[in-house]
C-alpha cells in the first residue's frame, strides 16, 4: 500500500500483500467524480486501466496525514486480483484542481506501473518527479506543471 501524505519530508511507502477490502469489485470502476481530471490519458492507455481490476474512489481516510493510497489485492498463488485507490475526501475538497490531478496521477502511477517514490529536487526546489513522497506545492505544480502531468505518458 503506497500512501501520500500531506506533511514535510516524511516518507511513507509501505506495502500490504493482503488486504480486506472485500466489497470491491474485480472490475475497473472509477468514480465520474475524477473524469475531468484524467480525460487527457489516451485511449491506449485507458484499455491498459480497463483491464488492470482498478477501482478508484473518494473516501474517508482515518489517518489525516494520508492524503490517498494504493492497495493491491493477490491471490494464493501471488497474482494481482484488484488494485484500489482511495483520495481522501476531505483533502479532494481542499485542493485546486491542478493539485486533485496530480496526486490522483501519482497514484495511478503507484497502483499501474509500481512506480516507486523519487525525492529528487531541481533547481529550483521543486521535485523533478511527480513521484515525490509528499504532496506537491502549489506554487511548483503551478511552475511545472505541463511537465508533472505528461510524466504519466
Ligand atoms: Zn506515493
Known amino acids: 500500500m503506497s500512501f501520500l501524505i500531506r506533511n514535510r519530508s516524511m516518507i511513507y511507502l509501505l506495502s500490504f500483500l493482503f488486504i480486506t477490502y472485500t466489497s470491491i469489485p474485480a472490475t475497473t470502476h472509477i468514480d465520474p467524480v475524477f473524469e475531468p481530471y484524467i480525460r487527457f490519458i489516451p485511449n491506449s492507455m485507458f484499455n491498459l486501466i480497463d483491464d488492470s481490476?482498478?477501482?478508484?474512489?473518494?473516501?474517508?481516510?482515518?489517518?489525516?496525514?494520508?492524503?490517498?493510497?494504493?492497495?493491491?489485492?493477490?491471490?494464493?498463488?501471488?497474482?494481482?486480483?484488484?488494485?484500489?485507490?482511495?483520495?481522501?475526501?476531505?483533502?479532494?475538497d481542499g485542493f485546486s484542481y491542478t493539485k486533485r490531478q496530480l496526486t490522483l496521477i501519482h497514484e495511478f502511477q503507484h497502483c499501474l506501473f509500481d512506480k516507486k517514490h523519487d525525492e529528487t529536487l531541481r533547481l529550483d526546489g521543486c521535485p523533478r518527479s511527480l513521484m515525490y513522497p509528499t504532496v506537491l506545492s502549489q506554487a511548483c505544480i503551478d511552475r511545472h506543471y505541463e511537465d508533472y502531468l505528461l510524466q504519466l505518458l
Request: with cysteine; hydrophobic share 50%; glycine share 4%.
Open 53 to 92: 481490476h482498478l477501482v478508484v474512489k473518494l473516501g474517508i481516510i482515518k489517518d489525516k496525514e494520508v492524503v490517498a493510497f494504493c492497495a493491491k489485492e493477490y491471490n494464493l498463488l501471488g497474482t494481482l486480483t484488484r488494485r484500489l485507490i482511495v483520495f481522501d475526501k476531505d483533502y479532494w
